[in-house]
């Protein structure tokens, strides 16, 4: 199974600071179409979880221009420009190329 | 309005069953591939089932922990999913999320609120 493994595990970060997020898979998720079947959640608490960014850079829609995704092949990253209150929660980085998918361990970003 | 809602969840004891459901609406069910996810209390986000369209003959995968005693299936005349459950371990206590597959290149990307199964004696 691919090894998804997240870095830091938790961030606290001062509102309208930027916060970045890392992503190491121990398998390639580039498709020989030329796309990384790569994905990112966000989870508040109590909710479930919100797709913001999959194949590695695309925003979902509504998602605001703030949260960017990039990278490719093994190693990924999430960056927030300008963190807000509502961007507190469990940051998940999910490969959707193989069956199991599988999940980092999530990163916990809180406010300063 | 793209919504799932699942349903079904509920205590059950070890070696139990139980077949929660997914209801699904705001789109075109039949052409989307389908996936159940789970999440234990505290704990990250786990894979567990994922089954394709009728053009693909209703393909469907389990994760390893969970082959031989969960089954996922659909009735597309109904816009439901479902993850028939037996022979419950105390390890499978969760919330179990119904999530589409947006087609656009493995974007997973409307989760439900989830339904919580309590394994437990």
């Known amino acids: 199974e691919n090894v998804m493994t997240q870095s830091p595990l938790s961030l606290s970060v001062t509102p309208g600071e930027p916060a970045s997020i890392s992503c190491r898979s121990s398998q390639s998720v580039l498709y020989s179409d030329g796309r990384n079947y790569l994905n990112w959640y966000l989870q508040r608490p109590g909710q479930s979880p919100q797709l913001l960014i999959y194949?590695?850079?695309t925003r979902a829609s509504g998602v605001p221009d703030r949260f960017s995704g990039s990278g490719s092949g093994t190693d990924f990253t999430l960056k927030i420009s300008r963190v807000e209150a509502v961007d507190v929660g469990v940051y998940y980085c999910?490969?959707?190329?193989?069956?199991?998918?599988?999940f980092g361990q999530g990163t916990k970003v809180e406010l300063k | 309005e793209v919504q799932v809602v699942e349903s079904g969840g509920e205590l059950v004891q070890p070696g139990g069953s139980l077949r929660l459901s997914c209801k699904a609406s705001g789109f075109s069910f039949s052409n989307h591939y389908m996936d159940w996810f789970r999440q234990a209390p505290g704990r990250g986000l786990e894979w567990v089932a994922r089954?394709?369209?009728?053009?693909?003959?209703?393909?469907?995968q389990h994760a390893a922990a969970v082959n031989g005693r969960f089954t996922i299936s659909r009735d597309d005349s109904k816009n439901e999913l479902y993850l028939q459950m037996t022979s419950l371990k105390i390890e499978d206590t969760a919330v179990y999320f119904c999530v589409r597959d947006g087609m656009a290149g493995g974007d997973l990307d409307y989760w439900g609120k989830g339904t919580l199964v309590t394994v437990s004696s």
């Open positions: 194949l590695g850079s």
């Open positions: 999910m490969q959707a190329l193989h069956l199991p998918r599988t």
């Open positions: 089954i394709l369209m009728k053009t693909d003959n209703y393909d469907r």
